[in-house]
């Protein structure tokens, strides 16, 4: 058995990591030592740490990965991991799009053509007119009772 501190670097994740998996119940420690609430970890709860961390990667949530190791039903799995893939797909759409109009940006900086619409302050001048008197008239209009 490994002590929390040992486990942490072997699995590379912090100790106070580890605490709050221990404390919403998502990995709990192989043995807490009564006297001393130390905590320790056998080398299967490795393979589960691999697991989180693998599934925290993929981008879900804590909750999510609790019900998952928890659960034994294979077909609810296929069916998480389905649907979080067509997520991912999206994202990887959307991040996709993104880049092509940074890359249309870059070209446009790149031909040092203005990426904002409009006059640039360098087009801009200053006119000179003759003086010129204008009138305006006002017109009010009462109303009666």
């Not at 940074?102 to 003086?131: A, N, W, Y």
Request: aromatic share 12%; with cysteine.
């Amino acid at each position: 058995m490994y002590s929390i501190g040992k486990f942490s670097e072997i699995c590379h994740i912090p100790v106070k990591t580890l605490r709050y998996y221990s404390d919403i119940g998502l990995l709990k420690p192989s043995y807490i030592d009564p006297v001393t609430n130390y905590r320790y970890y056998d080398y299967d709860k490795i393979q589960s740490l691999n697991k989180i961390k693998l599934l925290k990667s993929c981008q879900f949530s804590l909750a999510a990965i609790k019900e998952f190791i928890e659960s034994s039903d294979q077909i609810q799995w296929k069916n998480i991991l389905e649907h979080k893939m067509d997520e991912l797909e999206d994202q990887r759409e959307q991040i996709s799009r993104q880049i092509e109009e940074m890359h249309r940006l870059k070209e446009q900086i790149e031909k040092d053509v203005s990426i904002i619409p409009g006059p640039l302050l360098s087009e801009c001048f200053i006119e000179s007119r003759r003086e010129i008197r204008s009138y305006r008239i006002l017109r009010f209009l009462l109303w009666s009772k």
